[in-house]
């Protein structure tokens, strides 16, 4: 029999353990509307956008509650994401 996958992160969790810490600058920090940004994945589940989009970087175009809503170029496509600051880091 094969084994039922168990959600998105199935497998990928093993690159999130252990190597970037959360700190507290790093879930109060803030961006502008307009600022470039690369998506960096934290162990932190909460706002992280799909894995796929890991490194991509992205501009800001607005702010939706805590979270930040990111336009990404996906080869000829543009597609929004939204991302927690946790997960973003100046370009």
């Known amino acids: 029999m094969v084994k ?3 959600g998105t992160l199935s497998g990928s969790t093993k690159r999130l353990r ?3 810490g959360l700190t507290v600058s790093g879930q109060v920090k803030t ?3 307009g600022t470039k940004v690369v ?3 934290r162990s ?3 706002g992280q956008p799909h894995m796929r989009y890991k490194g991509r970087h992205g501009m800001i175009i607005a702010r939706r509650g805590k979270c ?3 336009e990404v170029q ?3 496509m543009k597609k929004q994401l939204i991302a927690d600051p946790i997960h973003l880091r100046s370009a």
């Open 44 to 46: 932190l589940s909460r």
């Open 74 to 76: 996906d080869g000829g």
């Open 4 to 6: 039922n996958s168990h």
């Open 18 to 20: 252990g190597k970037m």
């Open 39 to 41: 998506l960096d994945q």
């Open 31 to 33: 961006f502008q509307v």
């Open 68 to 70: 930040y809503v990111i």
